[in-house]
């Protein structure tokens, strides 16, 4: 999908295999950027690393961006998960933490978006000597879920067509289901994908390339069903947990201004963490895909980010 040339800097991707024989496929961006701390991106749900199309160029203009397809996800191997929300948040943790160690990565800026933002929080909770900045876009699996209806934030149409699934099913079966008219099904539930990378694409490649992400086995899918009740919410909330990353990990938070997640959560995360350093911002025009949303605003936000670390 998305092919060298494309791109004005260096690019290298592989499948990168784990000593446990699953492979992990990753892309890096300036390889030969080696004198500042790598950025590393964590995409979310039925998600992979050709979301940040937008993103790659400009983010690795002045350091080396790695980013991966997790496990059971993209064009990543998909083993079988543990079936409890813990042990399949530690699956996608470990993973993380033996692809850093396999790469040689000493510490990074460790960036997810959704899912992805909550495993980074996790990671972060066990690996803190790892991480020197830790970002955290539209993030998933914060808040602890309200006991009164009328708290819940009301997701975009598309969410609730596939939790409608949900309960019968993992997330994704209904594409899985479509076959062929997968890629159109994509493209009717989720136009704003189209419309979000129309400058790169003036076909239908985003949408065929999210319907292949999620086509196969759907591991890391069943994984996510385990760490969640109904859509919007975590098993085991990361605000109860947050508390946990050392004092010395700086947080960001980047909201889209119009997302359907619940957006307070960088306050909350900041009575958590009273000593520690804890920012949260917004970016207007832009809903829970941010970075493709608002690519640039998006883009220089994480790199002054990123230029504080060094």
């Not at 510490?107 to 909550?118: A, C, D, E, K, P």
């Not at 997701?155 to 594409?175: F, I, M």
Request: net charge neutral; glycine share 8%.
């Amino acid at each position: 999908m998305w092919k060298p040339g494309s791109s004005s800097n260096k690019f290298l991707a592989r499948y990168v295999s784990l000593p446990n024989q699953n492979k992990i496929w990753t892309v890096t961006v300036s390889p030969e950027l080696k004198d500042r701390t790598p950025l590393v991106m964590v995409h979310g749900f039925g998600g992979g690393v050709g979301l940040w199309i937008l993103n790659m160029d400009s983010l690795s203009a002045r350091r080396t961006l790695h980013t991966f397809d997790l496990l059971g996800f993209g064009r990543s191997s998909r083993p079988t998960f543990p079936r409890d929300p813990e042990g399949a948040e530690d699956e996608f943790v470990t993973s993380i933490e033996t692809w850093r160690e396999t790469m040689g990565i000493p510490n990074m800026i460790l960036l997810g978006h959704s899912l992805g933002g909550f495993l980074a929080t996790s990671y972060s909770i066990k690996y803190p000597e790892r991480v020197k900045h830790l970002i955290l876009v539209d993030p998933w699996g914060f808040p602890l879920r309200p006991t009164d209806p009328s708290e819940i934030r009301a997701p975009p149409t598309w969410v609730k067509a596939v939790a409608s699934v949900l309960g019968r099913s993992n997330p994704l079966a209904v594409l899985r289901v479509a076959g062929p008219w997968g890629p159109g099904l994509v493209q009717r539930f989720r136009p704003d994908f189209k419309r979000k990378f129309a400058d790169f694409f003036e076909d239908d490649t985003i949408s065929e390339y999210i319907y292949h992400c999620n086509a196969q086995n759907p591991s890391g899918e069943t994984a996510f069903k385990a760490m969640m009740e109904s859509f919007g919410w975590a098993r085991r909330p990361m605000l109860d947990r947050i508390h946990l990353i050392r004092k010395d990990v700086p947080i960001t938070m980047i909201y889209g201004a119009n997302t359907w997640i619940d957006t307070s959560t960088g306050q909350k995360v900041k009575m958590q963490r009273p000593d520690s350093y804890v920012r949260d911002m917004e970016i207007e025009g832009a809903s829970h895909h941010v970075y493709a949303d608002q690519p640039h605003v998006f883009n220089a936000m994480v790199e002054e980010i990123c230029d504080s670390v060094d």
